[in-house]
């Protein structure tokens, strides 16, 4: 198999098995879906080369990461798709 369909689908899984948190934060099921399999693939081409570091260096490095994106998802993005955005 291509090592970019592999890497591709690598990120497909992972990113739609963790898009139950994303549903959960959206409140739209659909679009959860859709957005962290999008992540996951994203992830997966942007930052890694799976030929080098382990597993456990991959899944910390994201740990670290995934605190920016819930504050830019929930405490900015959605607010301002909601129309709450700060007034004055």
């Given amino acids: 198999m291509n090592p970019s ?3 591709a ?3 497909l899984f992972c990113g739609s098995a963790s898009s139950v948190f994303i549903c959960s934060a959206v409140g739209n099921a659909g679009f959860g879906l859709c957005l962290g399999a999008l992540l996951g693939i994203g992830q997966v081409f942007a930052v890694f080369d ?6 456990i260096d991959r899944a910390m490095t ?3 990461f995934s ?3 819930w ?3 929930n ?3 959605l607010p301002v798709a909601a129309g709450k955005g700060q007034k004055g």
């Fill in 5 to 7: 369909v592999r890497r």
């Fill in 67 to 69: 605190l920016p994106f």
């Fill in 75 to 77: 405490l900015i993005w």
């Fill in 71 to 73: 504050a830019a998802i």
């Fill in 9 to 11: 689908l690598l990120g």
């Fill in 62 to 64: 994201w740990a670290a």
């Fill in 50 to 55: 799976l030929k080098t570091g382990s597993a």
